[in-house]
């Protein structure tokens, strides 16, 4: 099984790592092909690792995860091309985050009244988006059991086997029961949620914490 990983950021680095480290190939595409944190990925992490461009990426994956800045991630989602994209699963942990105005972010105003993943997957309609991991820190995303106890992370797509597929993942990362939340709209949910989060990390003490439902 081959990932593409779109994004070589923190978050990008963390997923291609734990692919690998759980026996995956990993290709992580940028906008470059000599990208200089990608290369370094590839020198770390060693023989799963590669790297290409966005479209090189994507082309040779079973899975596509798209980590890029959020204001970015249809951008980068074009350059991946639809033709590399169309039948794959796309996993989305993007946040539509505006930080123009500096610290705390608020959301992009294009995505107030729906959610980013939903212009992805109206952007890719062959493709079958994902929407998870985008409610922790990258950290927590492979490893929530390093937390007191991992809490719950969220699924939301439109594409049933999609979503189990991403649950099976999901579950080698280390969360015992991701909850499916429904189709890509529910996606709101999740992306709302982050004003939230980024005033959560005060009472937190960090960025190293989740949520739990309960009853
Ligand atoms: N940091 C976390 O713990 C965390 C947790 C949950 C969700 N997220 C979300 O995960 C995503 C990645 O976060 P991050 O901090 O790892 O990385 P980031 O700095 O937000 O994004 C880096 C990536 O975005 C790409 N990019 C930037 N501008 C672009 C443009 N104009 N066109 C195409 N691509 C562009 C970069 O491409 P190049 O490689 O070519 O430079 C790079 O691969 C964000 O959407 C973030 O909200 C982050």
New binding site residues.
């Given amino acids: 099984m081959k990932f593409a990983v779109?994004?070589?950021?923190?978050?990008?680095?963390t997923l291609a790592r734990k692919l690998v480290d759980l026996g995956y190939a990993a290709i992580m595409g940028?906008?470059?092909a000599d990208?200089e944190?990608?290369a370094a990925f590839v020198n770390e992490a060693g023989g799963l690792a590669t790297t290409g461009t966005f479209a090189e990426a994507a082309a040779i994956a079973d899975i596509v995860i798209v980590?890029?800045?959020?204001a970015?991630?249809l951008?980068?989602l074009a350059?991946a091309g639809a033709e590399n994209l169309a039948g794959k699963i796309l996993i989305d942990?993007?946040?539509p985050?505006d930080f123009s105005n500096g610290f705390p972010p608020t959301l992009l105003p294009a995505y107030t009244q729906s959610s980013l993943a939903e212009a992805v997957q109206a952007a890719h309609p062959k493709a079958r988006v994902v929407k998870t991991?985008?409610?922790?820190?990258?950290?927590i995303?492979v490893d929530p059991q390093r937390l007191s106890e991992p809490g719950d992370i969220f699924v939301s797509g439109n594409d049933a086997d999609a979503k189990a597929q991403t649950i099976d993942l999901l579950k080698q990362f280390g969360w015992p029961d991701p909850v499916d939340l429904g189709d890509i709209t529910t996606a709101r949910g999740t992306e709302h949620y982050l004003p939230l989060w980024v005033r959560l990390m005060g009472p937190a003490g960090g960025?190293n914490f989740n949520i739990k439902i309960v009853k």
Avoid: E, F, W
Avoid at 67 to 70: I, K, Q, R, W
Avoid at 133 to 139: D, G, I, K, P, R
């Fill in positions: 779109l994004g070589t950021g923190s978050v990008g680095q940028s906008r470059s990208n944190k990608a980590c890029t800045h959020g970015a991630t951008d980068a350059l942990v993007t946040n985050l991991l985008n409610t922790v820190n990258a950290a995303m960025a």
